[in-house]
């Protein structure tokens, strides 16, 4: 393992960088997930890693990074008001079923939240230590990762080996509050990366109040791993936050008034991995903080307890330091159909966003969203799933806007009783388009993976699950594109 005064410097800093945060996290409210593909399968129980092998789940829109308030955030926040949180995040709820809200993972080059595997945590058990009504929750893994296509620079790919350790705790205080705290440490083998502490920080609390429910959602992720976006190796704080308030007319008819914010820093200092990107024949392409803002209505209407749907819009502004500014509105509709007990469960929410560019001579941008997921589960011991999201979001690149698709389909299995087995297909797109350049699309870039796992629980606490993945991206600027394969092992232990 290598191990250099800048990997000691950099984990310091990482640390510094979470306590300021934390000072900064509970007077406001945080919603969403990370956005930015990366190269390596998220470590068990981090942000963005899946709890159970979820074949078919795939990124979330970018607009989540811009501070939009979701119907995934808003499902938590009713969880939330409603006692019915998640016994701890990433593990099966009480009942032994993997937690229904249908939100789909940060994107990972070879990993599954394109369509990919990873094993799931132990199963579900009481609480370690109770202090009335606080219980905590310990989880741990340790995950072996095989690489052989991850990039250290544009045009430059090498193989490596990582050992990751995520310890992590997690706080139910009492049935509205949960806060998650998971550290991943990292190790590579190559001396071209530098080793990693990333931080991954969640708070989902809510309350009833005679008609009406509040409620946040909240997230940070710190991290400094190689992304798919910048070719390299990228220290990133990502900082979501998102409120909501909802008034029951009745038992049919809602109204959620939502406010949101997306934060994203990069560190540029003189010893950051990031503080330019190499592009081949070009000149060094800086990467650029963003910041979001982001507020909306939604009406909703209960058809029965099977069939929802609703109407919403909402406004925001975007500026990134040194690049672009721009207001935006978003409006869509959205169905979901659930019915208990039953075998197929559906949601959809599809609109239009516009954006509007602040000192620029680039026209409007109009661009169709869109979040869909289906579960269809013809046996108890089978799985069938397929999600699709679309969005917009600021580029981490100076006066760029991304346009990105995702589309996953999986099957998990349950076989012989005890041993889970999933297999995974996604593809991704993502359009970067020049604000400077009348919105002429300077990248394009095109992703396939596919993925198996195998995972078993055993002594009650205790989970192991191996998986491989191969996956590919075709671009049309020179070094972005890759072939890879990762196969790897998780061993995970939850009480």
Avoid at 329 to 354: C, E, H, M
Avoid at 358 to 372: R, V
Wanted: hydrophobic share 35%; charged share 10%.
């Amino acid at each position: 393992m290598y191990l250099d005064g800048r990997t000691r410097l950099r984990l310091g800093t990482a640390s510094s960088r979470l306590s300021r945060w934390l000072a900064v996290l509970f007077p406001f409210s945080i919603a969403g997930t990370l956005w930015g593909q990366g190269y390596l399968v998220p470590p068990q129980g981090f942000q963005g890693a899946p709890a159970v092998p979820s074949m078919g789940t795939v990124s979330p829109p970018t607009g989540q990074r811009g501070g939009q308030v979701d119907n995934q955030t808003i499902g938590r926040i009713n969880d939330a008001a409603n006692g019915e949180l998640e016994t701890t995040p990433g593990q099966p709820n009480a009942n032994g079923t993997a937690p229904a809200n249908g939100e789909a993972n940060a994107p990972t080059e070879g990993s599954s939240s394109e369509g990919g595997v990873t094993p799931p945590l132990a199963a579900p058990v009481n609480a370690l230590m109770r202090w009335g009504a606080v219980n905590v929750h310990l989880h741990a893994a340790y995950q072996f990762l095989y690489d052989s296509g991850v990039h250290v620079a544009p045009g430059i790919s090498t193989i490596t080996y990582t050992h990751t350790l995520t310890p992590g705790l997690t706080m139910n205080l009492g049935p509205h509050v949960m806060l998650d705290y998971t550290p991943a440490i990292r190790f590579y083998s190559q001396k071209d990366f530098h080793n990693t502490v990333d931080h991954s920080l969640n708070l989902n609390g809510g309350f009833h109040y005679g008609d009406w429910s509040f409620g946040t959602s909240q997230s940070l992720v710190i991290s400094d791993e190689p992304l798919v976006e910048t070719s390299a190796q990228t220290a990133t704080t990502i900082y979501s936050a998102g409120v909501a308030a909802i008034y029951s007319a009745n038992d049919k008819l809602s109204l959620t008034t939502s406010a949101g914010v997306g934060l994203v820093f990069v560190d540029n200092s003189i010893n950051s991995t990031n503080s330019g990107v190499p592009i081949p024949g070009q000149q060094l392409q800086p990467v650029t903080d963003s910041q979001s803002y982001n507020g909306g209505e939604r009406l909703n209407y209960k058809f029965g307890d099977t069939l929802s749907c609703g109407l919403g819009v909402s406004f925001g502004y975007t500026e990134q330091n040194g690049g672009f500014r721009s207001i935006n509105g978003t409006y869509d509709a959205n169905v979901t159909w659930r019915r208990p007990a039953s075998k197929l469960s559906a949601s959809i929410s599809a609109g239009f966003q516009q954006n509007i560019f602040l000192d620029s001579n680039a026209s409007d941008l109009w661009s169709p969203i869109y979040t869909a997921g289906v579960t269809y589960r013809p046996f108890e011991q089978t799985s069938l799933s397929m999600s699709a999201t679309r969005g917009t979001a600021a580029s981490l690149f100076a006066n760029q806007i991304t346009e990105a698709t995702s589309v996953g389909f999986g099957v998990q299995q349950r076989v012989l009783g005890h041993l889970n087995l999933s297999f995974g297909l996604g593809y991704t797109a993502a359009d970067y388009k020049s604000v400077t350049s009348g919105l002429k699309t300077q990248r394009s870039d095109d992703g396939m993976s596919y993925s198996v796992g195998l995972s078993l629980p055993f002594l009650q606490h205790c989970s192991f699950g191996t998986f491989y993945t191969y996956s590919q991206n075709t671009s049309n600027a020179i070094g972005f594109g890759y072939s890879n394969n990762q196969a790897g092992a998780t061993l995970s232990w939850a009480y």
